[in-house]
C-alpha cells in the first residue's frame, strides 16, 4: 500500500464505495485520493491532518475530506477502545459527468465547493448520523439515496473549514513518502526540542530546500505546524487531565516558557488555556 497516492479498492464501474475500518488504530500514513471522503467516527480518537492544518477528531464526528487533499488520521492510542468509522467514497462523476449539474441538484455545488478545504459539521448530526448507520443494512440504490440526503443534511448544516490551504499538485510518491515521514516525526517527538537541521536531515534536504519545500507545500513554516501540533495536544490534556496545572502541561508539550505557551494558545484558539478548560 503506498503512502502516496493511495487507491480507494473499488470494482470497476462501482460509482459508490462504503467502507467501515474497524481498527484499533486508523491507517495512520499520509494519504490522497482522488474520492471524495464523508466519514462519521463512531468510536475512536485522535489527531487528524488535513491539508495544512492539525485537528483533533472524536467519537461522534462527522467530517469531509476533499478530493486530493494530503490527510492522515493518527488514533490516540492511549484509549483502549477500537476505532470505528464509516465512509462514503465518490467523486463529482461517479454517476455521470452532468449529474450533479442537473438543475435538480443545483444546490449539491456549495457542497462541493466547500469539500476542497474538507469540513466539520457541526449541526444537524442527529439527522445525518442515522442514515449513516443504515448504510451497512442497504443495497447499492439505497446508499447513493443516503448519500444524496447526506449531502443535502450537510448543505443545511453549521461547517468549519479542515484546512485553510491545500497543495493543488498531486503528490509523487516520493514526495508523499517525505511529508509523511516528516508529519510523523513531528507527532512523535512534538514534547522535545526539534531543531531545524534535525528535521531537515529526516526529510534527507538542505536547511534551505526543506524550508522552501515545506512552506510551499503546506503555506506555512515547518516550525508553525509543530507548535500547531503543541496546541492541539495541549487542548487535550486540559480537558482530559484537569488535576495539571498549565505550566505542566506547557512543558509536557514542548514549550519551555510558561509565557511563550500562554501567548502561543491564544493565538491559536482566542483564548487563554484556562478559559479553554473551563469551556469544559
Known sequence: MKVLPFKIPKPKNEALVYQIDREQVFYDQLHQHG???ISYVEKGAGSLIVGDSINEYKAGDVLVIG?????????????????????????QDSFGTDFFQLTDLSSTQNFFKKSVFGMRILSRKSKIIPLFNALSHQNKVEQI??????INQINKSKTTPLSSFVYRKSFTDDEGKRMSQV???????????ITLDEIAERANMSKNAFCRYFKKRTNKTFFQFLIEIRIENACKILIKNPELSVAAIAEQCGFNNIANFNRKFKTFKNCTPTQYRNQF
Open 35 to 37: 474520492e471524495i471522503q
Open 183 to 193: 508529519y510523523e516525526y513531528a507527532m512523535e517527538r512534538y514534547a522535545e526540542p
Open 145 to 150: 439515496a443516503s448519500l444524496l440526503m447526506i
Open 67 to 91: 478530493s486530493f487533499i494530503p490527510h492522515v488520521f493518527r488514533s490516540d492510542t492511549r484509549i483502549k477502545e477500537e476505532s470505528l468509522m464509516h465512509t462514503l467514497f465518490f467523486d
